[in-house]
């Protein structure tokens, strides 16, 4: 009985010390960095000081940098037509995604006003309000809106578009000076 309890506390004992080295090894290996795909150049500062990711050469970022930048109704964004269901105003899955990331960028730039131009064909300006080009504005204004813009901030308009397709076009303003955008950085 003896020789069974040494040999079962030397078994005890030979295990116990094969696992805290284990768990030693484990922690080495954890403290190698790692490096993480992204950059910090993609992460930007927003003017109420929040953060979001945006990728250099993205949608998102262009958008930012578009709305950061605004200083009278100069540079456009365009809402293209992807942005709505084909012959709708009801916005597409990418449309909802552009929608979110503006409202996001309105609310932290609380001095932005909007203009969304629906461009319609020459033909259809008599009848303006009815144009698919500006129930598209209704339609992103309505979302905005939903979001929590106040909307005072968002004027919807009409124009003729030159190339016969319907495209929402946005112009800002802002009443503060434009501070660029920051990135964040290694």
Same mark, same amino acid.
């Given at each position: 009985?003896?020789?069974? %309890?040494?040999?079962? $506390?030397?078994?005890?004992?030979?295990?116990?010390?094969?696992?805290?080295?284990?768990?030693?090894?484990?922690?080495?290996?954890?403290?190698?960095?790692?490096?993480?795909?992204?950059?910090?150049?993609?992460?930007?500062? %927003?003017?109420?000081?929040?953060?979001?990711?945006?990728?250099?050469?993205?949608?998102?970022?262009?958008?930012?940098?578009?709305? *950061?930048? /605004?200083? +009278?109704?100069?540079?456009?964004?365009?809402? +293209?037509?992807?942005?709505?269901?084909? +012959?709708?105003?009801? %916005?597409?899955?990418?449309? %909802?995604?552009?929608?979110?990331? &503006?409202?996001?960028?309105?609310?932290?730039?609380?001095?932005?006003?909007?203009? &969304?131009?629906?461009?319609?064909? *020459? $033909?259809? &300006?008599?009848?303006?309000?009815? $144009?698919?080009?500006?129930? =598209?504005?209704?339609?992103?204004?309505?979302?905005?809106?939903?979001?929590?813009?106040?909307?005072?901030?968002?004027?919807?308009?009409?124009? /003729?578009? =030159?190339?016969?397709?319907?495209?929402?076009?946005?112009?800002?303003?802002?009443?503060?000076?434009?501070?660029? &955008?920051?990135?964040? $950085?290694?």
């Amino acid at each position: 009985m003896l020789r069974f %309890l040494l040999f079962f $506390s030397t078994a005890l004992l030979a295990g116990a010390a094969a696992f805290s080295l284990q768990s030693c090894k484990g922690k080495a290996e954890a403290e190698v960095a790692v490096e993480r795909p992204g950059s910090s150049d993609d992460i930007m500062v %927003l003017p109420d000081g929040a953060t979001m990711v945006a990728p250099r050469g993205s949608r998102d970022r262009a958008m930012a940098e578009w709305l *950061t930048a /605004a200083g +009278g109704e100069g540079e456009a964004f365009v809402f +293209g037509d992807a942005a709505f269901v084909p +012959g709708t105003a009801r %916005l597409s899955r990418d449309g %909802l995604g552009e929608g979110a990331t &503006l409202a996001t960028l309105l609310r932290a730039t609380p001095d932005a006003r909007l203009r &969304l131009v629906g461009q319609a064909a *020459t $033909s259809q &300006l008599d009848a303006a309000d009815d $144009s698919l080009a500006h129930k =598209r504005g209704q339609a992103l204004a309505a979302f905005l809106v939903d979001r929590g813009i106040p909307g005072d901030r968002l004027e919807i308009a009409s124009a /003729a578009s =030159r190339n016969g397709r319907a495209p929402l076009v946005l112009f800002a303003r802002r009443s503060a000076p434009a501070v660029p &955008l920051l990135t964040a $950085s290694n």
